[in-house]
C-alpha cells in the first residue's frame, strides 16, 4: 500500500528508485525534500491505481511508456485490479493509504465522500491547457454533481467527439456459419437460433470436438456484459447500465422489469431446454470460456468484442488458416422486427469514469501530475499513444500517417504480445483524449479507428463476409445514430454512483437478486420459467429496492439540470 504522505527523494540513480517507489512510497522526485518547482521536468514516480484489470502492463518498459517518460520525466507504478476485484478502493479509504493517481471507476463517490480526490478545476484552469481546450466544451459533464460542481475525474474511458465506425458488440456468428448457410439475414432472435439450428444440425463436431452452438460469459460481473446486458439491447434500449430511464420523465427503475425483457430471458431458457446453450455457461470461468472459443467450436456467442478478443487472435494467428473463419461477425439482433438496436444511440459526451488526483499529493506534486495529464492530452502525447513512434510503428507518408502491413498484421494476428511490448493504446484509459474521427491540425485522425484502417484491419474471411453483405464494416448492418434519438443524461452507467447507504445497500442486494435468480431462470424447465422470473420481480419491487430507484431519478434530474439538457 502506498503511504499518505507523498515522499521527495534525493538525486540519486533513479533506476535504483523505481524498485524502492514500488515499496511504499508516493511521488518521489530528484528534487529535495522542500518540494518541487511547479515546472520541473527531471525525473519523477507516481504511484496509480486502476479499478480495471490490464494483463499487458508492462510498467512503461514498452516503446510508449519510454517515450512518455523521456518528455515529462514520469514514470509510473502503476497497480492494477486482479479479477474484478472491487474491494481495493474500500480497503484504501478504511487505511486512509492511496496512490497519487487513481482510476476508480464506479467507486467515485466513495473517495469524494472520504475526502481522498483533490479538485482539479483551478489546476485544469492555472497548468493545463491542452485538458482545458479539449473538454472546452463540456466542462460542465465534468462538475461532480449539481449540489458539489468540483471536478474530481478527468473522463477517459470515452474520447471527446466520439464517433465509432464499427461495432464491437451484438449478437456474434461465426463466419464460417454464415458461408455454409449463404449468408442469411440475422435480424431477429428467431433468425440468430435458426442459423445456429441448422449448422450445429450438419455439424455435431468441430476438429474432433462437440459443437457448442452458443455460450455465454457470466462468470462474476462478466454476466452482466454477456447474460443481462443483451436483455435490453435486444429490447431496443440503450445501455444504462442496470436502469431503463424513461426519457420523458427520468424516471429509473431496474431494466428487468420490462415484459419484454422477460421474453428474453425467455427465449435462453428455451435455447437451454433444447440444448443450445452451452451447459456449462453459468459455472465456467472466463479463461474456460475464452479456451472455447479459441478451439473455434463456439458457433456464436453475445458479448462485447473487447471480453473475448484475445481467444478471437488466437484464431486469426493459428497455422490452421481455416481457424480465420470462426472468428465473429456482429449484427443487430433484436426479440422482434418492431425493435431496433441501440447500441449507436448519441449519448453526447457522457463524462463519467476516468482518472483523478488523490490528496497523497502537496501542490507542487499536484502540479506536476496534471501537468503530466496535459502533457498526454497534447497532440503529442495522442498521436504517440494511440499511433506508437514514428519510424517503428508508422511513418507519414505525403503527410498522411501510415502503418506499415507487418505492423499491421501483428496488430491484427498478434494483439496482446504487440500491445505489450509497444505500449499502444496502454496509456488511452489515464488520458484525457480526442475519440475516434477526430483529427488533429495535420489533418490524420487521432486514433487509427477509422474507416480505411478498420476495413483494412480486418482479415479476408471478414471482408468477404462484409461483401455478402453489402456492407464495408459491421456497424453498416446497425441502426444508424439518426434513427435512434439522443440522451439528455449520458450513458447513466458512467454516472457516479450515490454514496448513500439507502443506495449502496438496496443496489447490492438487487444485484445479489439478479445473479441468483436469471441463471436459475435460465436453466429451470420451461414449465417453471414463469414462478421463477415472476418471483425475482416480486424480490426486485420490494421497499428498499423502490427506494433505491428514486434515488437514482433523482440523480438522472438532477444531471439534466447540470448539464442544461433537459427538454
Known amino acids: 500500500m502506498v503511504s499518505k504522505k507523498a515522499k521527495w527523494i534525493a538525486p540519486v540513480a533513479l533506476a535504483s528508485l523505481v524498485g524502492l517507489t514500488a515499496c511504499g512510497g508516493g511521488a518521489s522526485d530528484s528534487k529535495g525534500s522542500g518540494g518541487a518547482a511547479a515546472d520541473d521536468t527531471g525525473?519523477?514516480?507516481?504511484?496509480?491505481?486502476?479499478?480495471?484489470?490490464?494483463?499487458?502492463?508492462?510498467?512503461?518498459?514498452?516503446?510508449?511508456?519510454?517515450?512518455?517518460?523521456?518528455?515529462?520525466?514520469?514514470?509510473?507504478?502503476?497497480?492494477?485490479?486482479?479479477?474484478?476485484?472491487?474491494?481495493?478502493?474500500?480497503?484504501?479509504i478504511a487505511s486512509g493509504e492511496y496512490p497519487d493517481l487513481i482510476m476508480p471507476k464506479?467507486?467515485?463517490?466513495?473517495?469524494?465522500?472520504?475526502?481522498?480526490?483533490?479538485?482539479?478545476?483551478?489546476?485544469?484552469?492555472?497548468?493545463?491547457?491542452?485538458i482545458k481546450a479539449l473538454y472546452a466544451n463540456d466542462m460542465n459533464r465534468l462538475k461532480y454533481s449539481k449540489d458539489d460542481q468540483s471536478i474530481y475525474i478527468l473522463p477517459t474511458y470515452t474520447g471527446v467527439g466520439q464517433t465509432s465506425f464499427d461495432a464491437g458488440g451484438g449478437f456474434e456468428l461465426q463466419l464460417e456459419v454464415l458461408k455454409e448457410l449463404g449468408?442469411?439475414?440475422i435480424r431477429t432472435l428467431d433468425d440468430y437460433e435458426k442459423a445456429l439450428k441448422d449448422y450445429y444440425a450438419k455439424n455435431p463436431t468441430i476438429n474432433g470436438q462437440p459443437t457448442i452452438p452458443l455460450s455465454l460469459n457470466a462468470d462474476d460481473w462478466h454476466i452482466m456484459i454477456g447474460v443481462t446486458n443483451p436483455a435490453f439491447l435486444a429490447t431496443g434500449l440503450p445501455d444504462n447500465g442496470e436502469f431503463y430511464i424513461n426519457p420523458e420523465t427520468?424516471?429509473?427503475?431496474?431494466?428487468?422489469?420490462?415484459?419484454?425483457?422477460?421474453?428474453?430471458?425467455?427465449?435462453?431458457?428455451?435455447?437451454?431446454?433444447?440444448?443450445?446453450?452451452?451447459?456449462?455457461?453459468?459455472?465456467?470461468?472466463?479463461?474456460?470460456?475464452l479456451a472455447k472459443i479459441s478451439?473455434?467450436?463456439?458457433?456464436?456467442?453475445?458479448?462485447?468484442?473487447?471480453?473475448?478478443?484475445?481467444?478471437?487472435?488466437?484464431?486469426?494467428?493459428?497455422?490452421?488458416?481455416?481457424?480465420?473463419?470462426?472468428?465473429?461477425?456482429?449484427?443487430?439482433?433484436?426479440?422482434?422486427?418492431q425493435y431496433k438496436d441501440h447500441s449507436f444511440m448519441d449519448v453526447g459526451f457522457p463524462g463519467g469514469y476516468g482518472i483523478g488526483i488523490t490528496t497523497n499529493l502537496d501542490e507542487n506534486q499536484r502540479i506536476r501530475a496534471i501537468k503530466f495529464l496535459d502533457w498526454l492530452a497534447s497532440d503529442e502525447g495522442q498521436v504517440l499513444n494511440n499511433w506508437g513512434v514514428e519510424g517503428?510503428?508508422?511513418?507519414?507518408?505525403?503527410?498522411?500517417?501510415?502503418?506499415?502491413?507487418?505492423?499491421?498484421d501483428r496488430k491484427t494476428n498478434d494483439n496482446a504480445t504487440f500491445t505489450k511490448e509497444t505500449g499502444i493504446g496502454q496509456y488511452t484509459l489515464m488520458s484525457p483524449h480526442y475519440g475516434d474521427g477526430m483529427k488533429d491540425k495535420t489533418d490524420n485522425y487521432y486514433t487509427t479507428n477509422f474507416p480505411e484502417q478498420i476495413q483494412s484491419a480486418y482479415t479476408q474471411p471478414e471482408k468477404d463476409a462484409l461483401k455478402k453483405y453489402n456492407a464495408t464494416t459491421w456497424k453498416d448492418l446497425f441502426p444508424k445514430a439518426d434513427e435512434l434519438g439522443t440522451s439528455a443524461w449520458g450513458a447513466a452507467y458512467n454516472l457516479p454512483a450515490p454514496n448513500d447507504p439507502s443506495y449502496t445497500v438496496a443496489f447490492q442486494k438487487a444485484q445479489d437478486v439478479v445473479r441468483k435468480?436469471?441463471?436459475?431462470?435460465?436453466?429451470?424447465?420451461?414449465?417453471?420459467?414463469?414462478?421463477?422470473?415472476?418471483?425475482?420481480?416480486?424480490?426486485?419491487?420490494?421497499?428498499d429496492i423502490v427506494e433505491m430507484e428514486n434515488i437514482f431519478s433523482q440523480q438522472i434530474k438532477n444531471t439534466v439540470e447540470l448539464w442544461g439538457t433537459g427538454k
Request: cysteine-free; proline content about 5%; hydrophobic content about 30%.
Open 183 to 185: 449468408y442469411p439475414e
Open 250 to 289: 427520468y424516471e429509473a427503475k431496474l431494466h428487468y422489469k420490462r415484459p419484454e425483457e422477460k421474453e428474453y430471458f425467455r427465449w435462453l431458457n428455451k435455447m437451454n431446454s433444447e440444448g443450445l446453450l452451452d451447459k456449462e455457461t453459468f459455472t465456467q470461468k472466463r479463461d474456460q470460456y
Open 295 to 337: 478451439s473455434g467450436r463456439v458457433l456464436g456467442t453475445i458479448n462485447q468484442e473487447w471480453d473475448y478478443s484475445e481467444a478471437e487472435n488466437a484464431l486469426k494467428g493459428s497455422s490452421d488458416p481455416t481457424m480465420q473463419n470462426r472468428i465473429y461477425g456482429h449484427f443487430p439482433v433484436t426479440l422482434s422486427d
Open 43 to 92: 525525473p519523477v514516480t507516481f504511484s496509480l491505481f486502476s479499478a480495471d484489470s490490464n494483463p499487458n502492463w508492462n510498467g512503461m518498459k514498452d516503446d510508449v511508456g519510454k517515450v512518455i517518460t523521456e518528455k515529462t520525466g514520469v514514470t509510473l507504478n502503476a497497480e492494477y485490479a486482479i479479477g474484478g476485484d472491487t474491494q481495493k478502493v474500500s480497503l484504501m
Open 392 to 408: 517503428k510503428q508508422y511513418n507519414v507518408e505525403n503527410g498522411k500517417r501510415v502503418i506499415p502491413k507487418d505492423i499491421q
Open 517 to 543: 435468480r436469471i441463471p436459475e431462470a435460465i436453466l429451470a424447465t420451461p414449465d417453471k420459467f414463469d414462478a421463477i422470473y415472476d418471483g425475482m420481480l416480486q424480490e426486485l419491487n420490494s421497499a
Open 106 to 130: 464506479g467507486d467515485t463517490s466513495k473517495l469524494v465522500e472520504a475526502g481522498a480526490l483533490v479538485d482539479l478545476t483551478d489546476l485544469i484552469d492555472k497548468y493545463a491547457p491542452n
